[in-house]
């Protein structure tokens, strides 16, 4: 698998007036998708990101290969299941034993390629940030920051909840509460690329304050691959260092990594990376309005349950759902 996005010019989705507009690109946006292209409906996928996946995120930086998102995930619902297997057939996830108490997976060679695998042929198009969204008569209405104007009748928003509680504030006002009930903890995430890979007991460390997780790549079975070296902060010290420089966080994040495993590293190359939105340290109130009446504006995400992929996946399964039952 590559993980090269799915991406159509966005003149198709401006032109005309759709079905279906997802703003997102993220497992729930891309979830939504597949359920409402396979009912027939028209639609196209907006997202700001250079790449799909959210934070189903892989970074390639000099060389060396930086899973930077989410690590890995779990399947509990069937249907969620039915994806994963369907995905692995195709050779974009693997299993991967970390010890978890349930089975864990990996998108492969890298997480996003298990985005990109759900995908399939969605009409997607990246690098758009809708700034507006207003509703009119059953059509709503969307503008991106390069002043470009779409239309659709039903709009799904799956950006994390502070800026989807942004977008439909002034179109559903019941809805930016419910955003607005949800919040997240960040995280600083460190790459780094090693000029060899360190002698170290353990490729993974998991909540050895201040760091969350740090993982050596290659203990993914990525083959062929430079060492990397991937650290992520715990949600306390990526408060503690929420404004902190890339430069201040990397140092940081090194010297407790150093601490913990008495190796000195060999550094060749190191960047960092702040979600913002990374985990859902309170979900939305479950009782909350997520769609409007005539569902012309759903909103989907991780925000609804805890932050994992499958709550992403099933949260777009929801709103999709939602539109036909309101279009039937």
């Not at 997607?124 to 709503?140: A, F, H, M, P, Y």
């Not at 201040?210 to 993982?215: D, E, Q, S, T, Y």
């Amino acid at each position: 698998m590559t993980n090269t996005a799915p991406h159509k010019d966005s003149h198709s989705a401006s032109d005309s007036l759709l079905d279906v507009i997802i703003i997102g690109a993220g497992i729930a946006g891309i979830r939504a998708g597949q359920v409402l292209q396979d009912a027939g409906l028209s639609l196209h996928l907006l997202d700001k990101g250079r790449r799909i996946g959210g934070r189903c995120a892989t970074r390639r930086s000099a060389g060396y290969l930086f899973n930077h998102g989410a690590q890995f995930f779990t399947a509990a619902d069937d249907t969620f299941q039915s994806a994963v297997l369907d995905a692995q057939t195709k050779g974009a996830v693997a299993s991967w034993d970390i010890g978890h108490h349930k089975p864990t997976y990996i998108g492969t060679p890298s997480m996003r390629d298990f985005a990109t695998a759900l995908a399939g042929s969605l009409s997607i198009t990246q690098e758009v940030k809708i700034t507006s969204l207003t509703s009119d008569k059953g059509v709503t209405h969307l503008t991106d920051e390069a002043g470009k104007h779409y239309r659709a009748k039903h709009v799904i928003v799956t950006a994390p909840a502070p800026q989807a509680a942004a977008l439909v504030t002034l179109a559903a006002p019941e809805l930016a509460k419910t955003a607005i009930s949800a919040s997240y903890d960040p995280c600083w995430t460190v790459m780094l690329g090693l000029a060899h890979a360190p002698d170290v007991s353990h490729a993974i460390i998991r909540d050895a304050a201040p760091i969350g997780w740090a993982c050596l790549e290659q203990a993914r079975g990525i083959e062929r691959q430079l060492p990397a070296l991937t650290i992520q902060a715990d949600p306390d010290e990526s408060i503690v260092l929420l404004d902190k420089t890339a430069e201040e966080v990397c140092a940081r994040l090194i010297a407790a990594y150093e601490d913990h495993t008495k190796v000195t590293l060999d550094i060749s190359h190191r960047s960092a990376h702040r979600w913002l939105y990374a985990r859902v340290a309170q979900p939305a109130d479950h009782t909350a309005p997520y769609a409007t009446e005539d569902a012309g504006i759903v909103l989907a995400g991780d925000w609804f349950g805890k932050a994992r992929l499958e709550t992403a996946f099933l949260s777009g399964s929801r709103a999709a759902h939602t539109i036909l039952q309101a279009r039937a």
